[in-house]
């Protein structure tokens, strides 16, 4: 495989001549954010005050400036009035600079002749109790934007020759997809993997949710037309251990774990994905009778149930007759630092108890839950878990359900039911289910290495957590 070269970045040509700063024309939007900005701050008087400012050709005041009718209205009126210059004022740049510098373009204005004014962030949220301060504030800064935008040259894009290679890090699923989605738009993919082997979690799954098909299957199946493709080469036990250059044309050295000691390999690459996937919660010993024989993670009796196959359910050769599943462990914590739901949790519970009533409608089943959160079609499968059998036990997150053995020898779950009057019930199980949820992985070398932002949950910070919620 060759490497091509990569070449000095060149300027494009300047799309428009430039405008003296007296003659220009701009454009300003002051966004309500639907109540965000305008419930703090009076945007009308706002939009009032720009409207008289030199320069400014439009104010105007959307309820959401984001918005794909917002968005068309702008190009109309850049296009209708000659704007050259735009200002927003709105939410952080971080969620809209790029939204906006693409309407500008869109309306074939330049998209450097964009400013936006952070009004959100810098006003109307840390001045929720002045909102005629917060006005003149806001005035201020939106004033500051137009200056910005009248004064300021025209930026020119520069472009780069790029490495048409890229690196992907994570042999599962995601990782596996996107070396194969690479080497169908013809660029070369290299794939590398922490573990000696690919397919991540998905690989290790049976039947999933929504289509029952073998998540092993599905893997093993991807992993074979990867393998296929010439376009894209796969280092298992591999790492990432240096990165240097600059966007388009980075060189990196893998590190590869053999038995007779590491070898280095030094690459060059255009882009880098990170797919490194996710980690189960390990409850700590003792949290809800973890560690005790009987009681297991999701993640655990997942496995047991996919091993069973069409059998007869059993534990450490024990028949099972009665499950207890408990839920939201490790997720939701007022305390140990895990605030946020893992989202996916309920559902994989719900489904891998459907699994275990089509292998025997006898078993019992009990779901301790605080709240049941099945999104959208999984609330089909909670009915049907519920019309199967399933017994489902509402408990206040301030008295969590307690796990015991009975004097019978048999494992016992005490919780406190909200749905009957706060009856406190005792049930004899066979096995306790811990539905334990995310955590991040344990990547520091990595992320400190790529300089990933991470989330005040751990998980890499995605740009937009509604329009782009995969990106980072």
């Not at 936006?116 to 109307?124: G, K, L, P, Y």
């Not at 005629?132 to 472009?159: C, F, N, Q």
């Not at 490194?276 to 297991?296: A, I, K, L, R």
């Amino acid at each position: 495989m060759s490497e091509p070269e990569a070449t000095q970045a060149t300027p494009e040509p300047a799309k428009h001549d430039k405008t003296a700063p007296e003659d220009r024309r701009i454009g300003v939007y002051i966004c309500h954010c639907g109540g965000n900005i305008s419930d703090y701050v009076d945007v009308e008087a706002v939009r009032d005050a720009l409207a008289d400012e030199p320069n400014v050709v439009i104010s105007d005041d959307p309820i959401f400036a984001c918005s794909d009718g917002t968005q068309q209205d702008m190009i109309q009126a850049i296009k209708a009035n000659g704007l050259d210059g735009l200002v927003v004022a709105s939410c952080s740049p971080k969620l809209h600079q790029t939204t906006f510098r693409n309407v500008s373009k869109r309306a074939d204005m330049n998209p450097y002749a964009y400013t936006q004014v952070n009004v959100r962030e810098q006003a109307s949220w840390v001045h929720q109790h002045d909102k005629a301060g917060a006005t003149e504030k806001v005035i201020g800064l939106v004033r500051s934007g137009v200056a910005k935008s009248r004064l300021s040259d025209e930026l020119v894009p520069l472009r780069v020759n790029t490495v048409p290679r890229t690196l992907v890090i994570g042999g599962g699923i995601a990782g596996l997809r996107a070396a194969k989605g690479l080497a169908d738009l013809g660029i070369d993919a290299i794939l590398i993997e922490r573990q000696p082997e690919l397919g991540g979690w998905v690989g290790k799954l049976g039947a999933m949710f929504p289509h029952e098909d073998s998540g092993k299957e599905q893997v093993a199946t991807l992993i074979d037309e990867v393998k296929d493709r010439r376009d894209v080469t796969i280092y298992t036990a591999a790492e990432l251990t240096s990165k240097a250059g600059s966007f388009g044309n980075y060189e990196v050295e893998i590190t590869l774990h053999r038995e007779g000691g590491d070898k280095v390999l030094n690459l060059e690459v255009g882009s880098i994905i990170v797919a490194t996937g996710f980690d189960s919660y390990n409850p700590d010993d003792g949290e809800y009778g973890y560690g005790m024989d009987g009681v297991v993670t999701l993640p655990q009796f997942k496995e047991l149930v996919d091993a069973t196959g069409s059998g007869t359910l059993s534990y450490d050769g024990r028949p099972v007759r009665s499950v207890a599943y408990i839920y939201c462990v490790g997720s939701r914590q007022e305390a140990g630092g895990n605030e946020y739901c893992s989202k996916y949790c309920c559902t994989a519970a719900i489904h891998t108890s459907s699994l275990v009533s089509s292998l025997d409608p006898g078993i019992r089943q009990y779901h301790l839950y605080r709240d049941i959160r099945a999104y959208g079609r999984n609330e089909l499968t909670y009915n049907e878990s519920r019309e199967a059998g399933s017994v489902y036990v509402k408990f206040d997150p301030d008295t969590p359900p307690e796990v015991a053995k009975l004097d019978s020898g048999v494992l016992g779950v005490t919780v406190t039911d909200l749905l009957t009057g706060h009856a406190e019930l005792t049930l004899p199980v066979d096995l306790v289910v811990l539905v334990t949820g995310m955590v991040p992985r344990e990547n520091k070398t990595l992320i400190d290495l790529l300089k990933l932002p991470l989330g005040s949950d751990g998980f890499f910070n995605e740009i937009h957590p509604k329009l782009r919620p995969v990106e980072t």
